[in-house]
């Protein structure tokens, strides 16, 4: 079967840097996506990896390495509005979405 | 620009009932979604369209109808409700197919909480 996990809940501190890792298997690859959702809200896009490296926008960074199945977001200078979910999803073969259940952030002054 | 908007915000039901929720999109796109989230699970696709007067069943599409008649808009109908369709729905669209300028990027509405009592 399809799976996508990552952490449940994560804590941080103002001001640090935070890593939120996420390991897939899934029936083919068709890019990953990371999407941040503040409670109640929708969840809006934050990056988009389909080769292997790392990609760098502002304060957040998203990692790919296909070979492993894994992916990591990088969240650096956090800042209290980064509290929120953060959701993992790869795109199959069949160019649909496969989601993990989301990262919990809780950032603490 | 609106982007995604859903109608309604909130609702609650009574085992049975019928309703209907609306998602209207301003952005022109092919591809539009219906998903719902619900505590500690990923969001699950219930079904989706990837154009005007076309549908499709997504991963939990049982209990629930759709219906594309206009591009902009998709509508999600719950026949006879159930407590456990109590959930956050959000509406997605993406512009269609992948390309250099779509990485197929959904773009989410504000979500539907429905309570089925």
């Known amino acids: 079967g399809q799976n996508i996990d990552q952490p449940t809940e994560m804590t941080a501190t103002e001001g640090a840097i935070v890593q939120i890792n996420c390991t897939y298997q899934?029936?083919?690859?068709?890019?990953l996506f990371w999407y941040q959702q503040h409670a109640g809200e929708a969840p809006t896009f934050l990056s988009y990896?389909?080769l292997d490296g790392l990609e760098e926008k502002g304060r957040f960074s998203s990692f790919l390495s296909r070979s492993k199945g894994y992916s990591y977001l990088l969240l650096k200078e956090l800042q209290m509005k980064d509290s929120a979910s953060y959701l993992c999803?790869?795109?199959?073969?069949?160019?649909?979405?496969?989601w993990g259940a989301g990262t919990k952030l809780i950032i603490k002054p | 620009n609106a982007g995604v908007t859903q109608t309604p915000k909130f609702r609650v039901l009574k085992t049975g009932q019928s309703m209907t929720l609306l998602c209207a999109q301003d952005?022109?796109?092919?591809?539009m979604y219906w998903y719902r989230q619900d505590p500690g699970m990923g969001l699950r696709l219930i079904h989706y369209?990837?154009?005007?007067?076309?549908?499709a069943k997504g991963e939990v599409p049982d209990g629930y109808n759709v219906s594309r008649l206009k591009k902009q808009n998709f509508l999600l109908g719950l026949e006879s409700a159930a407590p456990s369709q109590t959930s956050v729905y959000f509406c997605?669209?993406?512009?269609?197919?992948?390309?250099?300028?779509?990485?197929?990027?959904?773009?989410f509405g504000e979500g539907s909480r429905l309570t089925v009592l």
């Open positions: 369209s990837v154009g005007e007067g076309t549908t």
């Open positions: 990896n389909v």
């Open positions: 899934t029936s083919g690859f068709n890019g």
């Open positions: 952005m022109n796109h092919e591809y």
């Open positions: 997605a669209s993406s512009p269609g197919d992948l390309g250099q300028e779509n990485t197929g990027e959904l773009f």
């Open positions: 999803a790869v795109m199959d073969s069949n160019y649909q979405l496969i």
